[in-house]
């Protein structure tokens, strides 16, 4: 008798629920296809843009799990589940877990403006909240530089959105600002010809913007000159070292003097 009353029941329940499952499971086949077909459509549009490969990532994942929540709740609701108290606790679930984490929130925001406005890329020498590296990762939370030490610097999205960023790479090319000082009997034309021939015979210096050179200053104990060649931004420091080492090489040779403090040593008489 109690078999035949658990055979009743599971009959009761397989006319009640059946079709509600059998639909369910429906609706998910199809939801999946369609998400996946959306998927696919979204990444082919995003590779005729030329979107960057981190907002790419970035923008399918977040697409993807927004997708998939949306069909779970869908089917639930299909089988019998009040979908309304299901969102009501994903809404308090989401509002906690959000007050836990304003500082993550404020770097994962951080991050979708910098892949959305660019104001970096990978590989981009910049300089910001005060470090200087090349760009190796821009992630949702944070990014990573190459320090010119080849240190790994971390910075989270929050600072780096909200602050100064001097990008250097951005035009392709560097102004190196150099300041060499001769002595007060030094011949201004003649030095200044002499700090030019090094500037035009270097192979990495551009010759347009052109060099130039100018006096800068009559300090106390030197004129000063401004020597300033431009370069392609890798050509940075190459240019920055060699220019200093030739100079240094051209003003010797000329007789042209580089004043440094010197002390005088006074005897006594008697």
């Known amino acids: 008798m109690d078999l035949q009353k658990w055979v009743d029941k599971s009959y009761d329940l397989i006319i009640d629920f059946g079709p509600k499952v059998i639909g369910a499971i429906i609706i998910w086949i199809i939801g999946s296809w369609v998400i996946k077909t959306l998927l696919k459509a979204l990444r082919k549009a995003m590779e005729k843009r030329d979107y960057d490969e ?8 977040l697409l993807n799990w927004a997708l998939k929540i ?12 009040e979908t309304t108290s299901f969102a009501a606790i994903l809404a308090a679930a989401g509002l906690a877990i959000g007050l ?19 104001p970096i890329r990978i590989g981009d020498l910049v300089e910001a909240q ?24 971390i910075i989270p999205n929050a600072a ?3 602050g100064n960023i001097i990008n250097y790479s951005t035009e392709g090319t560097r102004r190196v600002d150099l ?32 060099p130039t050179v100018n006096v800068m200053e009559l300090a106390d104990s030197s004129i000063n000159f401004a020597v300033r060649p431009w370069c392609n931004t890798e050509h940075y420091w190459e240019v920055y070292f060699e ?15 580089i004043p ?8 006594k008489q008697g």
Not at 71 to 79: N, S
Not at 132 to 151: C, D, H, M, Q
Not at 193 to 208: G, P, Q, R, Y
Request: net charge neutral.
């Open 179 to 210: 300041v060499f000082g001769v002595g007060y009997d030094s011949d201004i034309k003649k030095t200044k010809e002499v700090l030019m021939n090094v500037l035009t015979a270097h192979s990495k210096i551009l010759k347009d913007p052109a």
């Open 130 to 153: 005060g470090e200087i590296g090349v760009v190796k990762e821009i992630e949702i939370f944070t990014t990573k530089l190459i320090g010119l030490s080849n240190r790994e610097i």
């Open 260 to 267: 440094f403090p010197h002390q005088v040593e006074i005897q």
């Open 54 to 61: 981190s907002l790419k990532k970035f923008l399918f994942n």
């Open 160 to 162: 780096l959105s909200n």
């Open 70 to 81: 949306v069909l779970i709740v869908v089917v639930l609701g299909t089988v019998g589940v």
């Open 243 to 257: 220019v200093t080492e030739q100079t240094k090489e051209a003003l010797d040779a000329a007789g042209i003097e």
């Open 100 to 118: 836990a984490l304003q500082g993550s929130l404020a770097n994962f925001a951080g991050g979708v403006l910098i892949m959305v406005f660019k």
